[in-house]
């Protein structure tokens, strides 16, 4: 997979991509599947500090705007890399205007944007408790959503797997008019997703 970014993502991507191999060792399932025209936007199960920069590391090929928590802004040094980094800062539940703004501007310019929907990390089945936030983004912008599911929590030495999914579009419901039945219809759907995937997988996600 082509690499591609700002000079400062492609710098962090390689130095991070010799770390994950080192101590995080990640392996990727279905990655015909990531070969999708942008934008989109990647949703996963968040367990681990560790996701975004697996995520980022094995989609080589995009340059992700990740959404985190704004706390991460709070220490100076870290503000400066992840801004950088194009992280857009959300305040808890997403329900931060100014963050769905800039995160549509994302979609709008052509580019990939990355939401953990659980919107904390979790343990136990993935998605089961999500934010509405991704459903309603991805029916206003009528933007595909990619599927990624990592199948248990990233450890020192230890192999994890990364399943890459169908993607999951949105167009038909987009379609019918964007309202909560819709962005309610569309979560329940990334839900059924990632049930079929952890049953696939025969795995349990933990925190443990």
Known sequence: ????????????????????????????????QANLKKPFILICNHQSMMDPVLLGVKFPQYEIHFIGKREITKFLPLKWIVERLHMIAVSRHMSDLAAMRAAGAV?????????????????????????????????????????VYITSRPRPFRRVSMVIAPPILVDSLARDGIDKSASDQLSEQIKQ?????????????SCA
């Open 107 to 147: 979609l709008k310019s052509g580019e990939v944007l990355g939401i953990f929907p659980e919107g904390r990390r979790s343990c136990g089945s993935p998605m089961e408790q999500m934010e509405s936030g991704v459903s309603l983004l991805a029916l206003r912008h009528k933007t595909p959503l990619l599927p």
């Open 193 to 205: 997703v990632y049930r079929d995937l952890e049953s696939k997988n025969n795995k349990k996600t």
């Open 1 to 32: 997979m082509k690499s591609c970014g700002t000079p400062f993502y492609r710098f962090a991507r390689c130095l991070l991509s010799i770390f994950s191999f080192l101590f995080y060792p990640c392996k990727l399932i279905n990655p015909e």
